[in-house]
């Protein structure tokens, strides 16, 4: 199972980004695909998550500001990040549920996209 993320960068505060997540590999279904971060010296947090039925959860911090979307079957999940504060500064991690024969096995993540908000 492979993960890569792409789109992190340095955006003014107020302003937008968007990430992309893609998975990869044979053999396994994609379940959940979601969204944690995670800042030096603290735990890795959620942000957001999209079942593999499309239901959607948001932490409540970044809830009305970020949508979550993508597809499970196809294996893709973003994160639309608009009206980004200061505080969403971290290095953002895709997070994959990977399934075989109809159960969940493991957990596949992606190696961390760096999203930097000046103020």
């Known amino acids: 199972v492979q993960v890569v993320e792409s789109g992190g960068g340095l955006v003014q505060a107020g302003g937008s980004l968007k990430l992309s997540c893609v998975v990869s590999?044979?053999?396994?279904?994609?379940?959940?695909m979601g969204w944690y971060r995670q800042t030096p010296g603290h735990q890795r947090e959620f942000v957001a998550v999209?079942?593999?039925?499309?239901?959607?959860n948001y932490a409540g911090s970044v809830k009305g500001r970020f949508t979550i979307s993508g597809n499970s079957a196809d294996g893709a999940v973003f994160l639309q990040m608009d009206n980004l504060k200061p505080e969403d500064t971290a290095v953002y991690y895709c997070?994959?549920?990977?399934?075989?024969?109809?159960?969940?096995?493991?957990?596949?993540w992606g190696q961390g996209t760096q999203v930097t908000v000046s103020s």
């Open positions: 590999g044979s053999g396994f279904n994609v379940g959940p």
């Open positions: 997070y994959v549920g990977v399934v075989r024969l109809g159960r969940p096995v493991d957990d596949a």
């Open positions: 999209r079942s593999s039925g499309g239901v959607t």
